[in-house]
C-alpha cells in the first residue's frame, strides 16, 4: 500500500513537471513571437530544486535562437561590441567625455560653439530624455528590420516581412509612400540629423544624430521659436514629432563606433552603420533590409528613377568598404541576417 501511493505520488510529480513545461513553452513561445515580457519564472518560482535549477541554468541575453548580444561565439565579434556603450543621450546618460568632444568638435568645424553642457540641459528642458529601449530581457525576442535606402529594395517585395518586426529602423529621407510593397509601411525609430529632416507621423520616435553643438541647440528651436533655418545647409524651422518620441543618438556611441568597429576608417561613421550598430544594442534579432548594391551593381536609392543619378556610395566622408566588410562579418558569424534584393 506505502509502495503504491510513492508510486502515485511520483507520476503525479511527474505529471505536475510535465504540465508546468508545457506552459512555460507556451507562454515562453507567445513572448518569442511577439516581441513582449508576459512571464518570468524566477518572479514566481521561489523554491529551489533540481528542476528550477535545470530550468534557469542555462540563461541565455534572449528568447529568440539566435541572440545578437551572446558572447563567446566569435573572438572578432567579442573585440568590437561593448554593452556597457548606451546608445542615447538621455537625463540619466548626459555627459559627453572629453575626448569624444574633441573628436565630435571637428566632424563638421563649427564655429563659436555653445557650451555642450549647457546645450544638453536645454535641450532636456523641451524633450523628455528618458529611455526605455535598454532593457535586456532573457524571456523577450525583439526583433528588428534595419531598412536603408538601396535600390536592390526595387521589386523585392520585402514590405510585409520588414512590418512583422517588432521595430522597424529606418533613415533620412527614405519614403514610404508608394512603395510599401517592397520597403513596407511601418516605422518605429527613424534616424535623421536636422539636414535630412522629415516630418513623421505621431507614433514614430525620432532618432536625432547630432554632428555638432548646434544640432542640439536645432531640435529646441524646431519645437519651440523656429529661429534656426541655417546650419551648413537649410534646415526646417519647425518639425512635425511628437515631443515625448524624440531620442538623441549618443556622441560617445558614435565614437565608440568609429574606435572599435571602423577603427578610424572615414572621417565618420555613416547613418546607415550608425543605424546597425544602434540595433545591436537594442534588439535580439537584427534583420538588414535595402543594404548594399542592386542587382546591375548600381548604388542608388529606391525612389530614385535613374540609378546612375543617385551614386552614393563614394563620398569622401565614408568607407562604404570597410562599412560593407563589417556588414559582411556580422552577417558570417550570424549575429545579423542580410536581405540583398531579389
Given at each position: 500500500?506505502?509502495?503504491?501511493?510513492?508510486?502515485?505520488?511520483?507520476?503525479?510529480?511527474?505529471?505536475?513537471?510535465?504540465?508546468?513545461?508545457?506552459?512555460?513553452?507556451f507562454l515562453l513561445n507567445y513572448t518569442q513571437n511577439s516581441g513582449l515580457v508576459l512571464w518570468n519564472p524566477e518572479k514566481y518560482f521561489?523554491?529551489?530544486?533540481?528542476?528550477?535549477?535545470?530550468?534557469?541554468?542555462?540563461?541565455?541575453?534572449?528568447?529568440?535562437?539566435?541572440?545578437v548580444s551572446e558572447t563567446e561565439i566569435s573572438q572578432w565579434f567579442d573585440e568590437r561590441f561593448n554593452y556597457t556603450f548606451s546608445p542615447?543621450?538621455?537625463?540619466?546618460?548626459?555627459?559627453?567625455?572629453e575626448n569624444t568632444y574633441t573628436w565630435w568638435m571637428k566632424l563638421q568645424g563649427e564655429k563659436k560653439p555653445m557650451d555642450i553642457n549647457?546645450?544638453?540641459?536645454?535641450?532636456?528642458?523641451?524633450?523628455?530624455?528618458?529611455?526605455?529601449?535598454?532593457?535586456?530581457?532573457?524571456?523577450?525576442?525583439?526583433?528588428?528590420?534595419?531598412?536603408?535606402?538601396?535600390?536592390?529594395?526595387?521589386?523585392?517585395?520585402?514590405?510585409?516581412?520588414?512590418?512583422?518586426?517588432?521595430?522597424?529602423?529606418?533613415?533620412?529621407?527614405?519614403?514610404?509612400?508608394?512603395?510599401?510593397?517592397?520597403?513596407?509601411?511601418?516605422?518605429?525609430?527613424?534616424?535623421?540629423?536636422?539636414?535630412?529632416?522629415?516630418?513623421?507621423?505621431?507614433?514614430?520616435?525620432?532618432?536625432?544624430?547630432?554632428?555638432?553643438?548646434?544640432?542640439?541647440?536645432?531640435?529646441?528651436?524646431?519645437?519651440?521659436?523656429?529661429?534656426?533655418?541655417?546650419?551648413?545647409?537649410?534646415?526646417?524651422?519647425?518639425?512635425?514629432?511628437?515631443?515625448?518620441?524624440?531620442?538623441?543618438?549618443?556622441?560617445?556611441?558614435?565614437?565608440?563606433?568609429?574606435?572599435?568597429?571602423?577603427?578610424?576608417?572615414?572621417?565618420?561613421?555613416?547613418?546607415?552603420?550608425?543605424?546597425?550598430?544602434?540595433?545591436?544594442?537594442?534588439?535580439?534579432?537584427?534583420?538588414?533590409?535595402?543594404?548594399?548594391?542592386?542587382?546591375?551593381?548600381?548604388?542608388?536609392?529606391?525612389?530614385?528613377?535613374?540609378?546612375?543619378?543617385?551614386?552614393?556610395?563614394?563620398?569622401?566622408?565614408?568607407?562604404?568598404?570597410?562599412?560593407?566588410?563589417?556588414?559582411?562579418?556580422?552577417?558570417?558569424?550570424?549575429?545579423?541576417?542580410?536581405?540583398?534584393?531579389?
Amino acid at each position: 500500500m506505502v509502495a503504491l501511493k510513492h508510486r502515485n505520488l511520483k507520476l503525479f510529480t511527474i505529471a505536475l513537471a510535465l504540465f508546468a513545461i508545457t506552459i512555460m513553452s507556451f507562454l515562453l513561445n507567445y513572448t518569442q513571437n511577439s516581441g513582449l515580457v508576459l512571464w518570468n519564472p524566477e518572479k514566481y518560482f521561489r523554491f529551489s530544486g533540481p528542476f528550477i535549477r535545470f530550468i534557469t541554468s542555462v540563461r541565455r541575453p534572449c528568447s529568440c535562437e539566435t541572440c545578437v548580444s551572446e558572447t563567446e561565439i566569435s573572438q572578432w565579434f567579442d573585440e568590437r561590441f561593448n554593452y556597457t556603450f548606451s546608445p542615447l543621450l538621455t537625463k540619466q546618460n548626459n555627459v559627453v567625455s572629453e575626448n569624444t568632444y574633441t573628436w565630435w568638435m571637428k566632424l563638421q568645424g563649427e564655429k563659436k560653439p555653445m557650451d555642450i553642457n549647457q546645450a544638453i540641459e536645454e535641450m532636456f528642458k523641451v524633450i523628455p530624455g528618458d529611455n526605455n529601449l535598454l532593457n535586456p530581457n532573457p524571456y523577450r525576442c525583439r526583433t528588428c528590420a534595419v531598412v536603408g535606402n538601396s535600390g536592390n529594395l526595387k521589386g523585392s517585395d520585402y514590405g510585409p516581412d520588414i512590418d512583422s518586426h517588432n521595430f522597424v529602423l529606418r533613415m533620412n529621407h527614405a519614403p514610404t509612400a508608394r512603395f510599401e510593397k517592397d520597403v513596407g509601411n511601418k516605422t518605429t525609430h527613424h534616424f535623421v540629423y536636422p539636414e535630412s529632416m522629415r516630418d513623421l507621423r505621431d507614433n514614430v520616435s525620432m532618432v536625432l544624430i547630432p554632428f555638432k553643438t548646434l544640432d542640439l541647440q536645432w531640435i529646441v528651436s524646431a519645437l519651440t521659436t523656429g529661429t534656426i533655418n541655417f546650419t551648413y545647409a537649410p534646415v526646417p524651422r519647425k518639425i512635425k514629432v511628437t515631443k515625448d518620441q524624440i531620442l538623441v543618438y549618443h556622441p560617445d556611441f558614435m565614437k565608440y563606433i568609429y574606435d572599435k568597429w571602423l577603427f578610424h576608417h572615414g572621417r565618420y561613421p555613416s547613418t546607415g552603420i550608425l543605424s546597425v550598430i544602434f540595433a545591436l544594442h537594442v534588439c535580439d534579432q537584427v534583420d538588414l533590409y535595402g543594404f548594399g548594391a542592386d542587382s546591375k551593381g548600381n548604388w542608388h536609392h529606391y525612389w530614385e528613377n535613374n540609378p546612375s543619378a543617385g551614386a552614393f556610395r563614394q563620398t569622401g566622408v565614408h568607407d562604404g568598404d570597410f562599412e560593407a566588410e563589417i556588414i559582411g562579418n556580422l552577417t558570417s558569424i550570424n549575429k545579423i541576417k542580410v536581405y540583398g534584393g531579389r
